[in-house]
């Protein structure tokens, strides 16, 4: 990503932003409420397009290759988004039937289990807020993206949820050499899980507090 600025009308919310991301990386992304973090993950995940500046995947600019890149990108937004009248199984196989890669019902429950969700046949709406987060980032799975962005994928869960979802990311990375992307607020939790940080707004805050505990901390 390279000198990317967003405005919403003449609210001026990134300011040439700039970050990279290799292969088996887990990277964080920091910073106050506000300070533009989800406005930034959109962009990269291709919901939302920027003012200007220029992104890569793989050598291939987004500008010209839109459909390929989405192809390997998988994002889970902040907000849970799942069918909550339907059961794991049936959001599972719902999204798979919509990607490209079309997965057998063992391949999607694979997945599942491999994340520690087990509850197969429960309706979503009777699930935890963690086995929904657990869910929502299993959907983001199906199409086995090389880059995986996630919007605080972490947030209001138990320790033992979040200690599975943020190693497995890690397992994703360092196993299968997947690029990951991640927001969180829980410092301990990027400090400890990734290989770098970005932190995003003014606040030196942040950046004393992470530099005290050692994690190399990338300028945007
Ligand atoms: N659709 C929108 N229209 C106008 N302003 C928006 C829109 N979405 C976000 N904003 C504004 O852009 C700024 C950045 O928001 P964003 O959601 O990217 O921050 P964030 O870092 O993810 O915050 P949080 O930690 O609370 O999730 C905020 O001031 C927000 O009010
Ligand atoms: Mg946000």
Redesign the pocket.
Known sequence: MKNISKS??S?E?LQNVSMHISRGEVVGLV??????????LQIVATAMSANSGELMLNSLSYKDNLKVIRRQIGFVP?EVALWEHMTVRENMLFFAKLSWTKLSEEQCRAICLNMQLHEWDKQVSALSGGMKRKLNIALSLIDDPQLLIL??PTVGIDLKSKTEIVRFLMQQAKEHQKMILY?S?DMEEITTYCDRVYI??EDSFYYEYLQGKGIFIEKM
Not at 31 to 40: D, I
């Open positions: 919403y009308r609210h919310i910073g106050q409420n506000g300070a533009g973090k989800s406005t930034l902040q919007d605080e927001t607020h995003m707004g």
